[in-house]
């Protein structure tokens, strides 16, 4: 077991990671820190020549050796504590997919009855609105062809069943977690709505439309992509795509 692994398993009364690290290997910062400035003593403020390029060239490639060599001794720290937190993570991850799973079907369950008990309230609704309605201007229809006491008495029932259309017209356009909102068993079953997509045809979907839900990095990566595949340099409206140069040192 590496020092990183003994420190992140054995508990917090162990000294920092990175106190151990320096304990570990002490001499590797002080050595690291010494090629630099001897680095920078050796190398040219501003490459006049070919010899100046070659002094560069191999503090470069000196460098890159070391920077191998430090990320080898990091991977070797690492590599214990990486298969702990796999194994860790694979752990309690399979008794929360076990208990996802469980909770998946059973609200399935609970959203198709949510739905048909939400649907059957609603057509309740409508009917009861369609009869109180329908109630409402037979009684007007008596009002007119009655007069007096009758006309009125009429008018009033008219007036209730107007009422009642109103109210169950209400019922109709509630909320669904208004509607199906229940308290059982000790908890709160209601529903939620929202709105989700199946994209039909991927072409046809309006680009323009999602720029302003796009962030820089999306388009950014996209125009990587574009500019990786047109290696010719095909014209991108808003886009300055060049070549350019980087010294390499091998």
Excluded: C
Excluded at 187 to 215: C, G, H, K, M, N
């Amino acid at each position: 077991m590496t020092i990183a692994v003994a420190n992140a398993i054995l508990g917090h009364n162990r000294p920092p990671v990175a106190d151990l690290l320096a304990q570990a290997y002490p001499e590797l910062a002080a050595d690291i820190a010494a090629f630099i400035k001897d680095s920078d003593d050796k190398a040219p403020s501003k490459i006049k020549d070919d010899t100046d390029l070659g002094v560069v060239g191999k503090i470069v490639t000196e460098a890159k050796g070391i920077a191998r060599q430090v990320e080898g001794m990091r991977k070797a720290e690492k590599e214990p504590l990486t298969k702990a937190t796999k194994e860790l993570d694979g752990w309690f991850g399979d008794l929360t997919a076990k208990l996802s799973g469980l909770t998946e079907r059973l609200e399935a369950l609970a959203t198709d009855y949510q739905r048909a008990k939400e649907a059957e309230i609603r057509r309740k609704a409508q009917e009861a609105a369609a009869e109180a309605a329908r109630k409402a201007e037979a009684e007007r229809a008596k009002a007119e062809a009655a007069s007096g006491k009758a006309a009125a008495r009429a008018e009033a029932r008219a007036e209730t069943f107007d009422e009642q259309a109103t109210k169950a017209q209400a019922v109709e356009n509630a909320k669904s977690a208004d509607l199906v909102r229940t308290r059982t068993g000790g908890v709160t079953a209601s529903a939620t709505t929202f709105f989700d997509f199946e994209i039909e045809d991927y072409q046809a979907i309006p680009l323009d439309v999602l720029r302003p839900y796009l962030t820089r990095s999306d388009v950014e990566k996209a125009i990587r992509s574009f500019v990786k595949v047109n290696k010719d340099a095909v014209p991108l409206p808003g886009v300055r795509i060049f070549s350019d140069t980087r010294a390499h040192f091998r």
